[in-house]
């Protein structure tokens, strides 16, 4: 089989597409034939090295993807051969085969391609997790959603929007800001100024709650326009990670932040599925709408990251083995 493999870490020039054994599965183990691949910055902080996603290289690359089970290993039993699954945490999914914990495998609902699932699975279940647990929003909260118009953002907006938030969008143009506001977005602004914008727009109060993956370049504003009790909830750092947080910054207006992850918010098998399960249900019934940026062969999983790395493209980005 065909896979890309991280050679060592540096540059999407590191990624090497390469000619493989085909993996047979072991004991709660699926093998399964891709059929679409999700390109994410994890993808990209592992192949840099870089945070909590540190691997020693070579080793093959992604984690997410959708597909048909091939084959299964001892002890499976909730799939089989033929049924059509997808996962957000499968090392080497980067490849035309891979193989799937049985635990961290979803079943797909019919009406939910295996592309639209791929770009649904990692991103929302992550908007998921932080608008219903992280910070649950409630009706009439206001929040921000940073990178609007990205995988995240256009999800986080909607299912906002589901649970009655108000939500500010931030983008960096005016393309962005009107797909943005296609996913319900309350308000778009861009981000020079975007924290006295925000608390203009909440009367002077600030926001309930802001949901930042870039990082560095708007954390400090980020703050500044949370209102007293407020929530900075720092899921990702695109821009790179922020410096150290003074305490006392917190204290100013009694001020939480917490740094989430997926992984703490689908430690057992059921959770994963109960969020995954209600996100897939939103996308069959048409009651969430899943953008795909754009599709690359599996060849070109280079120049995939580097538009991601880019920060120019809206929605998904998908590999096609």
């Known amino acids: 089989m065909r896979a890309i493999v991280v050679t ?62 091939s084959a299964v290993g001892e002890g499976v039993t909730r799939f089989g051969e033929g049924d059509r699954v997808v996962w957000s945490n499968a090392p080497g999914s980067y490849a035309e085969r891979v193989l799937v914990s049985e635990d961290a495998a979803v079943a ?13 699975i990692l991103q929302g279940t992550t908007a998921h997790y932080l608008a219903t647990s992280t910070y649950p929003i409630q009706e009439g909260d ?37 797909l943005a506001r296609g996913a319900g977005a309350d308000e778009t602004i861009g981000y020079d100024g975007f924290a006295e914008r925000a608390r203009e727009l909440t009367g002077g109060e600030g926001v309930h709650a802001v949901y930042d993956g870039i990082g560095e370049a ?15 909830v720092l899921y990702g750092a695109a821009s790179g990670p922020p410096p150290p947080v003074e305490i006392a910054v917190l204290n100013a ?24 399960g209600e996100l897939l249900g939103w996308v069959a019934a048409g009651e969430l709408d899943v953008r795909i940026g754009a599709r690359y062969a ?15 493209t809206t929605g998904k980005l998908l590999l096609t083995p």
């Open 8 to 69: 060592e870490h540096g540059g999407p020039e590191v990624l090497d597409l390469q000619d493989r054994p085909d993996p047979s599965p072991g004991p709660g183990e699926l093998l399964v034939a891709v059929e679409a691949i999700g390109v994410n910055f994890r993808d990209v902080y592992e192949r840099e090295g870089k945070g909590t996603h540190v691997s020693e290289t070579p080793h093959p690359a992604g984690v997410e993807g959708a597909g048909t089970v």
């Open 108 to 120: 797909l609902p019919d009406g939910v391609s295996s592309e639209l699932a791929a770009a649904a």
């Open 142 to 178: 206001w929040v921000i959603v940073h990178a609007a118009a990205g995988g995240v953002g256009l999800l986080l907006t909607q299912i906002a929007k589901r649970r009655g938030g108000r939500v500010i969008a931030t983008t960096s143009t005016d393309e962005k800001a009107a």
């Open 253 to 276: 207006k009694s001020l939480f932040l917490t740094r989430p992850t997926l992984a703490h918010y689908g430690q057992t098998g059921d959770e994963l599925r109960q969020r995954a």
């Open 298 to 312: 599996l060849m070109d999983a280079a120049r995939a990251q580097s538009d991601l790395e880019s920060r120019g």
């Open 218 to 232: 708007t954390f400090d504003e980020s703050i500044a326009a949370l209102r007293p009790r407020g929530y900075m």
